[in-house]
């Protein structure tokens, strides 16, 4: 086993934007006005159009005594590429009056190359525990019979908030101003735990002499 801690080096995050009239496609960007509203803000914060995407529509019927009215719920999926604007992106999104963050998931950068470092790591320490048991088995190590591994402890898939204490100390950050938008960063780590099994093949036991 090897294991190792990771900084996060951005994030993905999926809002939900309400709004009074239905579009879809490119449309919501330019006729759903509260859509059009974040997305020029968040543009502020130095996103650019391909940074946010439209993952789906949904409509929100509302029926009363008399009346009954529809509204639309937008899905939006934000791609912060640096850990040091997600504060900003956050404060944005918070300051919206119909805007809501409903799930991120974490970016790392090299996570293939730190994956295969463990790998490398977490195999050599099984090889020589294994010879260790065999040495003392007094038999040697023919080859490897089957070997597989186990990565955990990634944030890399969204992770929905079932809080929103995080989002409304950012609208209140951001409705006081107390600090400069640019300083509120987040930082998040992982430890990543990379495990391996592995079955070894070995020389049969020697027959003890008589």
Request: glycine share 4%.
């Amino acid at each position: 086993m090897a294991t190792t801690t990771i900084h996060a080096s951005g994030a993905k995050l999926n809002i939900c934007i309400k709004g009074q009239s239905f579009f879809t496609g490119r449309e919501a960007f330019k006729k759903a006005i509260e859509v059009a509203n974040c997305v020029a803000e968040l543009k502020q914060c130095g996103l650019s159009e391909d940074d946010i995407q439209l993952l789906n529509v949904s409509t929100e019927v509302e029926s009363g005594m008399l009346t009954k009215s529809s509204k639309a719920n937008y899905h939006l999926l934000v791609n912060c590429e640096s850990i040091e604007s997600l504060g900003r992106i956050l404060s944005t999104i918070a300051s919206q009056k119909n805007a809501q963050m409903t799930a991120i998931a974490w970016q790392y950068s090299n996570l293939e190359q730190t994956k295969r470092d463990l790998l490398q790591s977490a195999v050599v320490k099984t090889k020589n525990v294994a010879q260790s048991i065999a040495d003392s088995l007094a038999v040697r190590l023919v080859g490897v019979h089957q070997l597989s591994y186990k990565v955990t402890g990634l944030d890399t898939e969204m992770q929905i908030r079932e809080s929103n204490d995080f989002m409304d100390a950012m609208v209140m950050r951001s409705k006081t101003r107390t600090e400069a938008l640019d300083n509120l960063n987040l930082s998040h780590t992982s430890k990543v735990v990379l495990a391996v099994t592995a079955e070894f093949m070995v020389d049969t036991f020697k027959q003890a002499s008589n």
